[in-house]
């Protein structure tokens, strides 16, 4: 018997970012192992023309959910989606849910939080610091609570090469920013965000370390952990292969690959790829949620759940396999033949961005003026340029994080335990995860058949000969012209005949 999964049987667990990628998956383990768990309680922020339980039957309705349905047939009766926004005061929570949670709750995984990399620095600290503050205050206040759960990321440190399990202090107290960013006009903190956030490459790893330190100084005497994931990718097993439903990490960039639309990016082959699937994840949240309840520890541990220093895959190998795996599973109506490079210096990147990229957009936007159609391939891929832009920080260096007290934890587990709730990435075959990966991709997110493969490989076909039939047609012309000027080309030209 699993002692992690019979730890959450009867618990009241609240989740926030639940209705997010992470969440799902951690949503979908706790009912699985443990069916018999009281409650769990989502805080869901209200979307347009959708209600909260619309929100809460789509995520049930998705193959994601399919298992637990069959073990936990009653799991919508379980969960209890309660309107809120982090970004409000008291989440605009109301007064009776607020009871309710503040009296039963016994665990939170906190899990919302903004992950793009270009949001304004208000939104970013709203979120990322002062909801973590507000959450904080609010567990101090839940009598039952057994353990406070934070999930941050590997990158809240990624201005420091090698990187321990703990706290970093950053170079303004996190107080005295939530307190600015009350009084500031947003032009002014336009202004300051580049000197604020210093050697940190966005505000999303900025706000994420000073998340960090809030929960450090404002956990008084709660029983928190931090985990730390790095770039969070496809589930690898569990509850199957190649989970994915959002572009985040390498998911866009290889729906763009395999389109044809991404051709080059500006990357280091050598540099570590840490990657980390979803359920390993959350099979380590899970496992901090029970030790950090049962044994307690004195201070706050920070956990990486990471995957370079023990089973490292770097981006040339990754590439690589991506684009083996299009060979066999191709996506339907690729825009070009999937064929991307990795580039390593600012002049072939801008040599290729323009040959590769930008080029054949206008040459499409131009057809597609000619037959009367809007044009889209520019603005499209002035996106994609703009993405490379915004990730290319990170696949051009590695970092170490250190993961003494992962592995501690992983051997406090019980054998069943480290099984039902593994971890442990050095069994990670990174060929088969990402073949899977890419797999995933084009299932879940693209939502593509696996019966129109043959019809997308005889797409392929057809792009390759447009493309023969084009180079030679540009061979000829450039050949032709140059006959026209040189003496030396029309003599070889005359020799050949
Ligand atoms: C030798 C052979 C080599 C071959 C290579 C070819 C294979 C290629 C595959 C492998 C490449 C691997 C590179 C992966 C790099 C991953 C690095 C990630 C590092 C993460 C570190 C931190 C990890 C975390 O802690 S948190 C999670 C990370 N967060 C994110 O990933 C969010 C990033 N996204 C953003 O910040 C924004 O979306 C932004 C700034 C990129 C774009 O913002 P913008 O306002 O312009 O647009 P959006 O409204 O957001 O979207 C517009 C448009 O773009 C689509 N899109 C969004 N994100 C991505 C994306 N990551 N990749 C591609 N496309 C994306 C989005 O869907 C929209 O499309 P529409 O059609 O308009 O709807
Ligand atoms: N994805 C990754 O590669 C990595 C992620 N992480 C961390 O893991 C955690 C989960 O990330 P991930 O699942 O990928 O992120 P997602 O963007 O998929 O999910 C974010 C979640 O936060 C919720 N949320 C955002 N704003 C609000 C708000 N104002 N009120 C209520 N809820 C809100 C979203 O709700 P809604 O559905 O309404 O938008 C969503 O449920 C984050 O803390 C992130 O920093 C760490 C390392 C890597």
Same mark, same amino acid.
């Given at each position: 018997m699993s002692m992690i999964a019979a730890f959450y049987g009867g618990k009241s667990i609240l989740i926030t970012g639940a209705t997010g990628f992470m969440g799902k998956v951690l949503m979908e383990k706790l009912f699985r192992t443990s069916p018999d768990l009281k409650v769990v309680y989502i805080l869901v922020r209200p979307k347009q023309g959708q209600t909260l339980q619309q929100r809460v039957f789509q995520i049930l309705d998705s193959k994601l959910f399919e298992k637990v349905k069959e073990v936990c047939p009653n799991v919508h009766e379980k969960i209890r989606a309660i309107s809120a926004d982090l970004n409000q005061n008291d989440f605009a929570i109301s007064k009776e849910d607020m009871k309710e949670l503040l009296s039963h709750t016994n665990i939170i995984f906190h899990c919302a939080a903004t992950v793009r990399f270009d949001d304004h620095l208000r939104h970013a600290v709203q979120l990322n610091v002062t909801a973590t503050q507000q959450l904080l205050l609010m567990a101090s206040q839940m009598p !039952?609570?057994?353990?406070?759960?934070?999930?941050?990321?590997?990158?809240?440190?990624? =201005?420091?090469?090698?990187?321990? #399990? /703990?706290?970093?202090?950053? $170079? /303004? *107290? $996190? !107080?005295?920013?939530?307190?600015?960013?009350? +009084?500031?006009?947003?032009?002014?903190?336009? *202004?300051?965000?580049?000197k604020l956030?210093?050697?940190w490459p966005n505000t999303y790893t900025y706000t994420k370390a000073l998340g960090e330190v809030v929960v450090q100084q404002e956990g008084g005497n709660l029983n928190i952990a931090i985990i730390r994931p790095s770039i969070m990718g496809a589930? +690898? &097993? #569990? $509850?199957?292969?190649? +989970?994915v439903d959002n572009l985040n990490g390498p998911s866009g960039l290889i729906i763009a690959a395999g389109k044809g639309f991404l051709r080059s990016i500006r990357a280091t082959p050598m540099a570590v790829a840490d990657l980390i699937p979803a359920d390993t994840v959350v099979n380590l949240t899970l496992a901090v949620g029970w030790y950090t309840a049962v044994h307690r520890p004195k201070s706050t541990l920070v956990y990486h759940c990471t995957s370079g220093n023990? =089973?490292?895959?770097?981006?040339?190998?990754?590439?690589? &396999?991506?684009?083996?795996?299009? *060979?066999?599973?191709?996506? #339907? %109506?690729?825009?070009? %033949?999937p064929n991307a490079d990795f580039t390593t210096n600012n002049i072939t990147t801008h040599y290729w961005n323009a040959v590769s990229h930008r080029a054949p957009a206008i040459i499409y936007d131009f057809?597609? %003026?000619?037959?009367? %159609?809007? $044009?889209?391939?520019?603005?499209?891929? =002035?996106?994609?340029?703009r993405t490379l832009s915004m990730l290319e920080y990170f696949v051009n260096r590695s970092w170490e994080w250190s993961t003494y007290n992962t592995e501690m934890l992983m051997s406090e587990l019980s054998p069943e335990d480290q099984r039902v709730f593994n971890f442990d990435v050095r069994q990670l075959n990174w060929l088969e995860y990402i073949e899977n990966y890419v797999l995933g991709v084009k299932k879940y997110l693209l939502k593509e058949d696996m019966a129109g493969i043959p019809e997308a490989k005889q797409h392929l076909k057809r792009l390759r000969n447009i493309h023969y039939l084009f180079n030679t047609a540009l061979f000829l012309i450039a050949w032709r012209l140059l006959i026209a000027r040189s003496q030396v080309a029309r003599n070889v030209w005359f020799f050949i005949m």
């Open positions: !039952k609570l057994e353990a406070f759960i934070h999930i941050s990321t590997a990158f809240s440190n990624c =201005n420091l090469k090698h990187i321990d #399990e /703990v706290v970093y202090p950053c $170079p /303004v *107290e $996190p !107080k005295k920013i939530i307190d600015s960013m009350e +009084w500031l006009d947003d032009a002014i903190i336009d *202004e300051i965000t580049p956030i210093g050697d589930t +690898w &097993q #569990e $509850p199957f292969p190649g +989970w023990l =089973n490292p895959c770097n981006w040339g190998k990754m590439g690589l &396999q991506v684009l083996a795996t299009f *060979e066999k599973i191709p996506f #339907e %109506r690729a825009f070009r %033949r057809y597609l %003026r000619l037959t009367g %159609r809007k $044009p889209r391939m520019t603005k499209l891929m =002035n996106r994609l340029l």
